[in-house]
């Protein structure tokens, strides 16, 4: 095989998946750095902020990318009013509860999508979407975008991190709950600033892989355990452990496609998952606080 047709069929649409992995990635180290628990929730929240961007383009009738900032607003606020409803009152409980009950809400948000927009499989936009060629590359508009706005959120991410009195204020709940309520941190308002941020990222992964597959309301549960292995490989706690791990995880996805059928791509993230657990539980950049 030459490799502009390794290059073409298999290493593009993995490091564009890979992008979308690493959103969601972030996301749920976060939630386990801030709240301690998975959000088991996670792939459905981005099911949710996808169809939500169509309902959006739909009723407005612009591009799609232009609706995906009010959708992520959406989406955000959704996330604390479910953190206030469901998990709020299990703070301070075991956190396994919490992770079950992340299970439940997932598949609440599931049944309203499949309720709302039914169970068949849609798309933003129809007709055939031209690659343009580079250097005998062939990269559609769309891989572009996603590969554009996902390093742009990381790199804010971080920035908002290390730089703003809120992001401090988040890596300081990271490290010690505690310490951070003595400090004079408004614990509460840095749990809700979380989801809000977990709310966006959920949504724009739903988005964008919804832009470059297509919109099925199953297609978050479908990238849950990838988007939990590239989390657990890059190290819990670390952002660009995510992107790497993420990254990680959509090429070897696309590359075992060329010795297994197509539907059972997602057992290589399990594989994957499995070895990283058994030979390296903290991550290739071990992990830690935020």
């Given at each position: 095989?030459?490799?502009?047709?390794?290059?073409?069929?298999?290493?593009?649409?993995?490091?564009?998946?890979?992008?979308?992995?690493?959103?969601?990635?972030?996301?749920?180290?976060?939630?386990?750095?801030?709240?301690?628990?998975?959000?088991?929730?996670?792939?459905?929240?981005?099911?949710?902020?996808?169809?939500?961007?169509?309902?959006?383009?739909?009723?407005?009738?612009?591009?799609?990318?232009?609706?995906?900032?009010?959708?992520?607003?959406?989406?955000?606020?959704?996330?604390?009013?479910?953190?206030?409803?469901?998990?709020?009152?299990?703070?301070?409980?075991?956190?396994?509860?919490?992770?079950?009950?992340?299970?439940?809400?997932?598949?609440?948000?599931?049944?309203?999508?499949?309720?709302?927009?039914?169970?068949?499989?849609?798309?933003?936009?129809?007709?055939?979407?031209?690659?343009?060629?580079?250097?005998?590359?062939?990269?559609?508009?769309?891989?572009?975008?996603?590969?554009?706005?996902?390093?742009?959120?990381?790199?804010?991410?971080?920035?908002?991190?290390?730089?703003?009195?809120?992001?401090?204020?988040m890596r300081a709940m990271s490290n010690s709950p505690d310490l951070?309520?003595?400090?004079?941190?408004?614990?509460?308002?840095?749990?809700?600033?979380?989801?809000?941020?977990?709310?966006?990222?959920?949504?724009?992964?739903?988005?964008?892989?919804?832009?470059?597959?297509?919109?099925?309301?199953?297609?978050?549960?479908?990238?849950?355990?990838?988007?939990?292995?590239?989390?657990?490989?890059?190290?819990?706690?670390?952002?660009?452990?995510?992107?790497?791990?993420?990254?990680?995880?959509?090429?070897?996805?696309?590359?075992?496609?060329?010795?297994?059928?197509?539907?059972?791509?997602?057992?290589?993230?399990?594989?994957?998952?499995?070895?990283?657990?058994?030979?390296?539980?903290?991550?290739?950049?071990?992990?830690?606080?935020?």
């Open positions: 095989m030459m490799f502009l047709d390794l290059a073409n069929f298999y290493l593009i649409p993995g490091i564009v998946m890979g992008s979308i992995y690493a959103i969601g990635a972030i996301g749920i180290t976060l939630v386990f750095s801030i709240m301690r628990h998975t959000n088991l929730a996670h792939g459905d929240m981005a099911t949710f902020g996808a169809f939500s961007a169509l309902a959006l383009f739909s009723a407005i009738g612009i591009s799609p990318y232009l609706v995906l900032p009010l959708a992520t607003v959406i989406v955000g606020f959704l996330s604390i009013v479910i953190d206030w409803i469901f998990y709020e009152h299990l703070r301070n409980k075991p956190k396994i509860l919490t992770t079950i009950s992340s299970l439940g809400v997932g598949l609440m948000l599931r049944s309203v999508v499949q309720i709302i927009w039914g169970v068949n499989t849609t798309a933003y936009v129809t007709g055939i979407n031209k690659p343009y060629k580079i250097l005998g590359l062939k990269v559609k508009s769309t891989e572009i975008i996603t590969l554009g706005v996902s390093a742009a959120l990381v790199i804010i991410l971080i920035l908002f991190l290390n730089r703003n009195r809120w992001g401090k204020a951070a309520l003595i400090s004079g941190i408004d614990n509460r308002k840095v749990v809700a600033l979380t989801w809000f941020v977990v709310g966006v990222l959920c949504c724009c992964a739903g988005f964008f892989l919804g832009i470059n597959t297509e919109l099925k309301s199953m297609m978050g549960w479908n990238i849950l355990l990838p988007t939990i292995a590239a989390a657990i490989l890059g190290g819990i706690g670390r952002i660009e452990g995510a992107l790497v791990g993420g990254l990680i995880i959509g090429l070897i996805e696309e590359m075992s496609l060329m010795v297994i059928p197509a539907e059972y791509k997602a057992a290589s993230s399990f594989v994957v998952l499995l070895l990283v657990l058994l030979l390296r539980p903290t991550g290739f950049f071990r992990s830690k606080i935020i």
